[in-house]
């Protein structure tokens, strides 16, 4: 090999290596101030059972077209995802009844395939195939339809990954088939960490969930939030908060929950669940609740995930900008 | 047929080197020595079983929960280890392996092993009990502490979907233990207590086949559990990871007091114990904190309960140090020598002279071990064959 020849293919091969970082860097970078956009439908705030699919399709796009600030849908899917890639939607079927809407997953898939997504590139995803199969989702592995299945399906990375006091197996699903992951959480009270949402939905990423609960999950729910996996291919969060629970989550409690009516968008997760956890405790606070911090349960991890180490956000109010639609 | 009465298919299951019996001295010392050398190399694992378990198949490994108490909207609160976890419906304790289903607490790994080995007992390490006998050894997926040294992590990190596994009720074990010519059940390899009521029910399930039961714990356990099976097994071999509470919080996520509560409950039991202490350089080997700790063994257990300062090798979380140097380990044995307790052991070191037993009273070397070989033993009905001095433990199968 010539010398112009070692350049030729030095210059190749890093061309190929860099080629990854500049795909992921081309997405636009968190703005100064973090947009979370909450769509409200009027009907779902009045009764429970009101969501369809045409309420959530409009009450998505509304979310999209507001947060992006575009005049199409499309516009807006394209800011997330490009076509041709496998796209992971993480939802949250831990509770069984009160799981992510089917519905949303639907409008969501719906709107990626006219994004270029293929509909076999779609992986719902959660924790176990029962948890899914609890949700209503029917686990499908197979090369028609969206494919659902759980980690216990595919399995965990062998490699651990570390961030702070977090060192856990990632899920194969987002180390070895997903390009990115939309995350569609729900908006609970937490009996441990206070609230869950955007943030603490992710653990459904790891293999050791439990060994995260200690001290209200800080700094455990930001450290995981950390971990490479997570961390480059988390993009987007669509908070389902049709209905939203205020206490005694995260288990399922009919008494707790109430119609919120909305979905909550946005790219930053900490000013999603600094978003969220206000919601919540204006609502403990209406119902007679003792806020989370007099229960010490406070969400101390949203501050912890947007300090210097962690950088996942920002959950300064005035770098807050929460658009109402 | 209730499964919980189905007869395992052991003899698929097990690994066709253990198929021939009886297992001959000249057997049994080759097996022990690849046993050594094994460990010495890093490669002897317990070997993962070969039968994966989804959630939807898991009625026949759950029972429900032997130490918990119910509380207001289907939370319960684990009363099993002093984590005390208050549980929501349908989430897991610490452990991974114990969950709220409506209200109730269920063990998920009963008859669940992940992993089964016959063993040398010195591998436990147990030195008084039945030297130079095999251990048929257990454990299943979890544990209620993340030590950051953990050499099993693969199988104590992760919860019961995450590793393959088998069904192995308790009466499958025992007769398993007896087809390999094992007097012992070991639960080894991850924490037991997070398995007590499969342990427990196994340890009475080998008794009645003249099987005993040996347990290798942390001993991170309540009061009233470790009671209980301190009255069901014949020997627990305690894993005192350090005497400082600082280090149970940072290296272990547990307690040290609870640790001491329940050596002292297994001392007034009666049942044998042997003291295992991974000396970990720079984090738990200073000349005043093993002070405290033979002080403590002396004061509290007496000094005939054994104690293995064992050395430490580079794993999980904690790879950054380097192994324990044997001038250390010697140095620790030297402090609780001069404290007056009466069997002090060095392990991890193959071939170091204080892997035998000496009697206390003469000095004699009575029983002589290699690694996980034993080649003499002079101990004749419990006494020192030369002089005659009783040397507590268990030596009658």
């Known amino acids: 090999m010539d010398r112009r020849n070692f350049i030729q293919k030095t210059a190749a091969f890093t061309g190929g290596l860099l080629v990854p970082k500049l795909l992921t860097a081309s997405f636009p970078a968190l703005p100064a101030k973090s947009r979370i956009v909450i769509s409200h439908n009027a009907s779902w705030s009045r009764s429970v059972g009101t969501v369809d699919s045409d309420s959530m399709l409009k009450v998505l796009d509304k979310a999209i077209q507001t947060y992006f600030q575009v005049d199409h849908v499309r516009q807006g899917w394209s800011k997330i995802v490009r076509p041709g890639e496998v796209i992971g939607l993480k939802v949250n079927c831990l509770s069984g009844h009160g799981a992510t809407h089917t519905l949303l997953v639907q409008a969501v898939a719906e709107r990626l395939q006219q994004a270029g997504i293929k509909e076999n590139d779609i992986i719902v995803w959660d924790r176990l195939n029962s948890d899914l199969e609890d949700g209503g989702f029917r686990i499908n592995y197979g090369k028609k339809g969206l494919r659902v299945f759980g980690n216990d399906a595919i399995g965990f990375d062998p490699y651990l990954q570390t961030f702070g006091q977090a060192s856990s197996l990632v899920t194969k699903i987002l180390t070895r088939v997903v390009d990115g992951v939309i995350n569609l959480p729900l908006l609970k009270d937490h009996s441990i960490a206070g609230i869950t949402m955007s943030l603490k939905n992710l653990f459904g990423a790891i293999n050791n969930p439990n060994k995260y609960h200690l001290n209200t999950g800080d700094p455990y729910i930001a450290d995981v939030n950390r971990l490479p996996a997570i961390y480059h291919k988390v993009r987007f969060t669509i908070c389902d ?85 | ?69 119910k509380l207001q909207h289907k939370q319960v609160r684990c009363k099993l280890c002093p984590r005390h976890c208050v549980i929501d419906d349908r989430e897991r304790g610490y452990c991974g392996v114990r969950e709220n289903r409506n209200g109730t607490y269920y063990t998920l790994v009963y008859s669940r092993p992940c992993t089964y080995h016959v063993d040398p007992i ?16 257990i454990a299943t997926a979890g544990c209620n502490l993340n030590c950051k040294f953990c050499q099993n992590w693969q199988i104590s990190q992760v919860t019961p979907e995450q590793v393959p596994s088998i069904y192995l009720p308790p009466d499958g074990v025992a007769e398993a233990a007896k087809k390999y010519h ?23 399930a080998g008794h009645e086949q003249g099987v005993k039961s040996v347990v290798i714990s942390a001993a991170y356990i309540e009061q009233e559990p470790i009671r209980e099976l301190a009255e069901e097994v014949d020997a627990i071999k305690v894993d005192l990871k350090a005497f400082s509470d600082t280090y149970y919080k940072d290296i272990v996520r547990g307690e040290l007091k609870p640790v001491l509560d329940a050596l002292v409950s297994i001392k007034k039991s009666g049942v044998w114990n042997e003291i295992v202490y991974l000396v970990v350089p720079t984090l738990n080997d200073s000349d005043q904190e093993i002070k405290g700790l033979v002080k403590w063994i002396n004061q509290n257990l007496g000094p005939d309960v054994p104690i293995h300062f064992t050395r430490f090798y580079p794993q999980y ?36 002279p204080a892997e035998s037993t000496y009697c206390p009273h003469c000095g004699k070397k009575i029983i002589t071990r290699n690694g996980f070989v034993v080649s003499d033993i002079f101990i004749v009905n419990g006494r020192c064959k030369f002089c005659g001095t009783p040397i507590p433990g268990v030596w009658k199968e």
Not at chain 1, 272 to 281: A, F
Not at chain 2, 122 to 137: C, G, N
Not at chain 2, 330 to 335: G, H, L, N, P
């Open chain 1, 241 to 325: 908060a049709a209905q939203a629970q205020y206490h005694g989550g995260p288990s399922f409690m009919p008494q707790w929950r109430w119609p919120f009516g909305a979905l909550i968008v946005g790219r930053d997760r900490v000013a999603m669940d600094y978003t969220g956890w206000k919601i919540i405790e204006q609502k403990r606070a209406k119902m007679g609740f003792k806020s989370l911090k007099e229960e010490g349960r406070e969400p101390t991890y949203i501050s912890t995930a947007a300090d210097a180490s962690h950088a996942l956000g920002t959950n300064d109010p005035q770098r807050i900008d929460v658009i109402r639609v």
């Open chain 2, 1 to 69: 047929m209730d499964e919980h009465n189905q007869k395992p298919e052991l003899y698929d299951l097990l690994p066709l080197t253990l198929q021939g019996l009886p297992l001959k001295r000249r057997r049994f010392l080759k097996t022990s020595a690849l046993a050594g050398l094994g460990a010495l190399s890093g490669t002897f694992w317990a070997m993962p079983a070969n039968a994966g378990e989804g959630k939807k198949d898991d009625r026949k490994f759950i029972a429900e929960a032997a130490y918990y108490e």
């Open chain 2, 122 to 137: 010195e591998k436990k390490p147990l030195f008084h009990f039945l030297p130079a006998t095999l251990a048929f050894s």
């Open chain 2, 182 to 204: 094992c007097p012992s059940i070991a639960y080894t390899y991850n924490e037991p207590t997070i398995f007590f009521e499969y342990m427990r029910d196994t340890a009475r």
């Open chain 2, 317 to 352: 979380l904690l790879k950054n140090l380097p192994p324990t140097p044997v001038s250390t380990l010697e140095r620790c044995k030297a402090i609780a020598d001069a404290e007056g307790l009466h069997y002090v052991y060095i392990g991890n070191v193959p071939g170091h």
